[in-house]
């Protein structure tokens, strides 16, 4: 083996461990318009559920950014009970602006009600979660991030065994 290839080889073993701690930096974060192209609107009187079907055919993680478009309403996120009640004298976010950004910045359940009267008795209001992120998310469907690790783990492997074993 050459002096070229050992040093090669020293390089990679030493850049390898490094890489690997990035992985935990490039995980992706998604955008998500509530309720697809209708937006934030009392859902029709034979679908009142649309929110929570659109939030469970969606899988949120941290770092994803929901966002209501509206007119001539608000957004509001409540307890679960204030939610089931369609309280809206609690919440503890308020956004009447039409285009609201909610930044999802904790893994737990949110609850979402329309602030306008009579709207949430109508069906606008949403349960949406956050899963918890973990090293098994991938298996179950969730984001998937490509890491810089996967990538360079690849390179780096393909570099090594003709380094080591040229053809």
Request: hydrophobic fraction near 40%; charge should be negative; charged fraction near 15%.
């Given at each position: 083996?050459?002096?070229?290839s050992?040093?090669?080889?020293f390089l990679l ?5 490094i890489?690997?701690?990035l992985?935990?930096?490039s ?5 998500f318009?509530v309720g697809g192209t ?8 034979n ?5 929570n079907d659109?939030?469970?055919?969606n899988?949120f993680q941290?770092g ?11 957004v509001m996120?409540v307890s ?7 309280n809206?004298?609690?919440p503890?976010?308020?956004s009447?602006?039409?285009?609201t ?8 359940t ?9 709207h949430c008795e ?7 979660r ?5 090293e098994h998310a991938?298996?179950y469907g969730?984001?998937d991030a490509?890491?810089?690790?996967g ?10 065994w ?6």
């Amino acid at each position: 083996m050459s002096s070229s290839s050992s040093s090669m080889i020293f390089l990679l073993f030493l850049l390898l461990p490094i890489f690997s701690c990035l992985q935990h930096f490039s995980m992706a974060s998604f955008d998500f318009q509530v309720g697809g192209t209708k937006g934030w609107i009392v859902p029709p009187p034979n679908d009142t559920n649309i929110y929570n079907d659109w939030a469970s055919n969606n899988r949120f993680q941290l770092g994803d950014t929901i966002y209501f478009s509206y007119k001539k309403d608000s957004v509001m996120e409540v307890s679960e009970r204030d939610y089931k009640e369609c309280n809206a004298t609690h919440p503890t976010f308020f956004s009447n602006i039409g285009n609201t950004v909610f930044k999802l910045e904790h893994s737990r359940t949110f609850y979402f009600i329309s602030g306008a009267s009579g709207h949430c008795e109508k069906g606008q209001k949403m349960i949406l979660r956050v899963m918890v992120q973990d090293e098994h998310a991938k298996s179950y469907g969730y984001h998937d991030a490509i890491t810089t690790y996967g990538v360079f783990g690849m390179v780096s492997f393909t570099l090594f065994w003709n380094v080591l074993i040229p053809l």
